[in-house]
């Protein structure tokens, strides 16, 4: 290829840009350089460039396609040098330019809410006016919640009186565009670090002049209303965190301080009269005005009321969640945050829509005729032919019978519940066709399909797409990884995200559009939508998901009749909707009336057996070490054992002519995780293809993935999994001869080592163990099983009295680690101010906040694996750099912990790879262990967690080999995953 770089360095950063260059290319000008080269050669280039990277550094390279087109492939350093396309601006000038003159002024006596120069008050009462309309639109029987979003709207933006906003938004430099995280100051020298910004000022107003004498509001709605006007933006990244604005004193102290000459009189003042201009708006709007914005604010503020700001009362939290002792002690908190959820999706989908209008057409179409309809259509759900393609796929010839009757008669129940549905389907039993029939009868113009994993939207968008179901529907998925829509591959458009008839996404995408300021408004789609959560059961022990689950079902459960929500699930956990499920308008959630159990139709046979085994030994004792055959399944609780099981089997497991088994987890690459996904998925689905006999696997395989076998080896666990994982279980029910289901228990069960450790840092250790008894008891009397029996064991085991306390204490331990998270607010929304042209065709890096765990990117050398102990170092990486910007990396993800060596010096991959990474790949001093992990979010700056016996080497550095390393192991079937060289070596977990 032939390829143009385009040097735009400073400093000492010229010189040794130019030293690189010139090796490579010739020189065509100062700072320009051309050449022919191959792709290894270009990756050499930017490796050798990134090496020595300074702040002063800038270089863009550029393929030359044709004559008269060239492509951006990549830059290095400032990327602020160049525009998005990596041009080299040549001339600037201050003065302004024709196209930049506007065509209306600012007037001297109005005050503005934006660079539309919306006038403030007109701005106000729109956004309030249509936040109100949208509530309505999605809750009409919550009339009191309406006008209160309308106050909340009314009254998020009073904090633009601020002199220092006013000032900014009338200078005819200021920035034309409004950003999706709304319209802020932006002067190049004003800083958010130690001045307030509106939606903070804006909250402190409300507090100063909150009603606190009249009783038109509930004091939990002023809470709501305080919540969304100080979290209609996200905070802003501040260098010393929050320090100095934590509560109402803090906000006060910081706006008169940097406005000396202000006269704080005078603001509210100003507050009051643009209030009061939205009033007579308000008078002249076609709504029930009784109990209206006049009576939520006071008239005058005292200064009494400004000094007891003093006492310290802090700012709204962004979650309110408190320990408690009891379960359904949680629910009020979860109805306080649903509401809040609600409240704010409102107010900026408001706020959103009316500051994308020029301000004359505010004026004359929205104000002056109460026109805001198209502004309600643009959010809300468009008609859609959904149903009518539901219709038709159930007409297919394989949906006849009494199977299909029985389904058709359970959608119809569904439907006839209060609000939520709960499905109780057995596995095979067709919970997929039960949910579009009840779909279809609902009359559903849009589903959004929530699953607690990728894997799991793979399955089911496969299984929509594939089967006889939807093929001329438009079905999306929509994942952190997979943007596809009607065929896998094909990559859906940015702004058709989210836009599919049915839209199957992971419970992380849906709470981005609680958590990220800029998808907020997405929230209102799916209160809108019809919301199918598949193996909703998952969410229950997982920190911070289980209570925004509980969230976003309260928040559609308060829709009523409407709330066209169903849950699915063949193990669905009574104790937790039954505790956690708060009152919603028609009342609590009582599961033994309320979930819809379908009947199993296949009559197979089950025998389950418990094992016990030496966790210590590896050997043919243990059965996940023993070989296997036939049509078998082995599911650990961890990919390790999975990994250690597959590769002492390699010989015994695989010949020359067949390979018998096949591993599956979540330690692969990218594309090594579809790739298998892939082969395990069409070998084990019904009328597979048999590639293999074997399949050994973590617990990634045990939920909606419609594959089958003949014979299961598990782990212990819970009973939620223990029975998921018997779903995969001659699923279909195909076997004349009986099943069998291992269960294999430590001999030292407890809860400090090993599988009982595993299962203590999942909270199930004490419901897992109470399970094992449990059905221990019904075995002795009862052998073999056919499926209804054990589903009715597992609702007896529920409802058992002293079993049910086990539950409720593991349930109890789970909802207080998500408290724990959620108070060190690792999910406040926070905005970082970037430059756009810094940001431009960055790939996408791992967020500060994130629910799943502390993950950063990493990179691992290549070993070839024969056995246990038996293996050889590639000088080669798992994956390559892409040579374009435009292209994703093939990367791999590792815990923080993990690289930290959870917090043993000894096994801290980090400490070492600070002290000898510059030697391996380049650099002036040793890297510092915060500067590495931060980098690390970025996928173009992995943290290596192995290096190749080549890089070692040449820095002399081949003795230095950690022995903890971990490396990306590959044996001549497939690849087996990340792994350390120590626990190739030994039975450590």
Known sequence: MMVTFVSQCQKKALARTRRVLDAFANRIGDNTWQTVITEEGLIAVKTLLRKTATKNTAVACHWLRSRSRSELVWIVGNRSQFNHSGIVPVNTTSKELIMDIATDKPLANVLYANTHLQPLAEHLFAVGYLAMRIHQTLFPEQSGHSKAVFIAGCLHDIGKIDPQFQRWVRDPKRKEYIPEDGQHIDVAKFSFDKYPRHNEISV??????????????DPDIKRTIRHTIYWHHAKPFRKDKDKGFVTYWDIYSKFIGNNPSLDFA????????????????????????????????????DEDKVQNLKNGTPLPVFKYYENKTKLRDYQSDIAFNALNNIFRACVITADRLISSLPANELMEECIKKQSFDFLIDQCLLPNSTLSSHIEQCLKHPSFNGDRSTKQSEIAEELTQCRDIAVLAGPAGCGKTKIALEWAKLKNAQKIIWVCPRVQICQGLFDELILE????????????????????????????????????????????????THTKADSLISFLDAHVVFDEYHEYINMPAFNLFFAELVHGKRLKGSSANTLLVSATPHYCFIDNLFGEAPLGPFDSRHDVKPMESFNTSQYQIDFVTYDEAKIDDNNPFYKPRSGNTFVISNTALKAQKGFIFNLKHENDQDRENAVLYHSKFIKSDKQKWFEAVYDSFKKGGTKSYDVLRSGPIVQASLNITCDEMISDICSAEDCLQRLGRLDRFGENAAVNRYLIAIPTQFKGTNGVGKFLSSMNSFASAKAWREFLEAKLMVEKPLRLPQIYEFYREFHFNETTRKEIE???????????????????????LFQNKKETANKRGKISKNSLRGDNRF????????????????????????????????????????????????????????????????????????????????DPESPIYLSYTKEDLDNAGRETGRHPWAIYYAECDKQPIGAISIKQLTSNED
């Open 809 to 831: 204490n593991d349930l109890l331990k789970a909802i207080q680690k998500s408290v724990s998270l959620i108070s060190d607010r690792v999910i406040d929304p926070i905005r």
């Open 266 to 301: 005078q603001v509210i003042a100003s507050v009051i009269d643009t209030l009061s201009r939205v009033l007579k708006l308000e008078e002249k709007a076609a709504f029930d005005k009784k109990a209206g914005l006049s009576e939520s604010y006071q008239k005058t503020v």
């Open 468 to 515: 006889h179901y939807l093929p001329e529907a438009n079905i999306e998925i929509f994942t952190g990884e997979y943007k596809y829509t009607k065929k896998w591959g094909q990559q859906t458009s940015d702004n058709s995200y989210f836009r599919g008839d049915i839209v199957i996404t992971t419970m992380d995408q849906v709470l981005n559009n609680i958590i």
């Open 204 to 217: 402190l107003l409300y507090e100063l002049l909150g009603n606190t004498t009249l009783n038109t509001l």
């Open 858 to 937: 990493v990179q691992l050398a290549v070993c070839s694996v024969s056995g246990l102990d038996q293996y050889q170092f590639e000088n080669r990486y798992a994956y390559q750099m892409p040579i374009s910007d435009n292209e994703q990396i093939d990367n791999i993800t590792a815990k923080k912990e993990l690289i930290e060596g959870y917090g043993n010096s000894e096994k801290s991959l980090l400490a070492h790879m600070a002290k000898k990474h510059h030697q391996i790949m380049g650099g002036k001093a040793p890297f510092k262990d915060f500067m590495l992990l931060n980098e690390a979010r």
